[in-house]
C-alpha cells in the first residue's frame, strides 16, 4: 500500500481513546507482513518485531500511538439530547456545529454538536466561547427513551466526522493525524529495514491522549535499550502564529525533539539522529519548550531508564477535527528513522 493510501485508512479510521479496536485491527493486519511476529498485549497495544541478525545488539523500540481525541457521553438529557466530556485536549472553541460519530453497541451514529444560534443571543453571549457543558450533540432522538432506543449509552465515545482527502500533490487532510501518521511511520519503516544487527520493535500504543499509559506497559514488557517516539508536532507557519511560539514549519522536514515538557532528549539519542539526518541527506527542524508530551517521556522512565527521542511530522491544526501535513515530511522522517535504526548499534 502506498503512503497516501495508508494515512487514508488509518486517518478515516475510529479509535478513540481507550476504544483503539478498529485501529489496532488495521495496524495489525498491515504491519504483519513487514514483521516476524505480531502481538497484541492486555491493554491493547500491537507488538510488532522484527528480529536482529546479531546477538546482543540493542533492542530497539519505535512507539505510535493508536488513539484519537474525542468526546464521550456523559448524560442523555429528557429530549433525547446527549451531554458529553472530552477524551484528551480539546479546545472548547472547534466543537461547535461539528458533525461527530457515536459509537454505540448498535453502530455508529452520526451527530451535530449543537448550540443556540447567534440571532436569540445577547450581545453579550456572541462575545463569549461557548463552554463545553452549553453544547449538546443532536443525533435526532425525540427522548432519552428514543435515545436508548438508538443504542446509545452513557459512555459511548464520540469521533470527529471527517474523511480523508488530498488537498495538493504534498499536502493531505483529515482527523487524527495524531497519531495516525506515526502508525503510518511504523508500517514504512519496518517495510523499508532490511536485515538489521538490532532487534526492532514496532509498537501501536493504546491510551496516550490521556497520559502516555498504554507505552507505560509495553516499554516494560519490551525492556528497550533505546526508544524514538513517532508522533506530530506543531507547525507554526500559519497566521497570527510568532515564530518564537512555533519555529517548526510544514514541508521543512520532520522534527527531532530536544526538549518538551515531558522529556529531554537523551543527547546520545539525539546526535544518533541528527548524524542520521545527514547520512540520509534529509532536512530536519529541532524542538524545544513544547507543553505536550510524548509516548517517549514514559518510556524514558521505565524500569531503570531508557533513552529516548522523538520524531515528529510538523502538522497543521493538531488536536482538531482537520489537520493537515506534507507526504515529503513524512517520507523524510522514514529514511531519518531507517538510517538512525542502521546506525544504533554503534552508540547502544
Ligand atoms: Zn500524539
Redesign the pocket.
Known sequence: MKLVDSLERFSNACGVTGREEEVSDLLKTTLKPHVDEIKVDKLGNVIGVKKGAKKGAPKIMLAA?MDEIGLIIKNINKDGFLQFSKLGGIDDRILIAQRVMVHTEKGKKLGIIGSKPPHIMKEEERKKIVEIDKLFIDVGASSKEDAQKMGLKVGDVISFDTKFARITDDLVVGKAF??RVGCCLLIEVMKELEQTDCTVYAVGTVQ?EVGLRGAMVSAFRISPDVALAL??TVAGDIPGVKEIEAPTKMKKGPVIGVMDAGLITHPKVLNLLMNAAKKAKVDYQLETGLAGS?DAARIALTREGVPCGVLSIPTRYIHSPSSILSLSDVKKAVKLAVAAINDAPRTF
Open positions: 500511538h495524531d497519531d496516550e508522533d506530530v510524548t
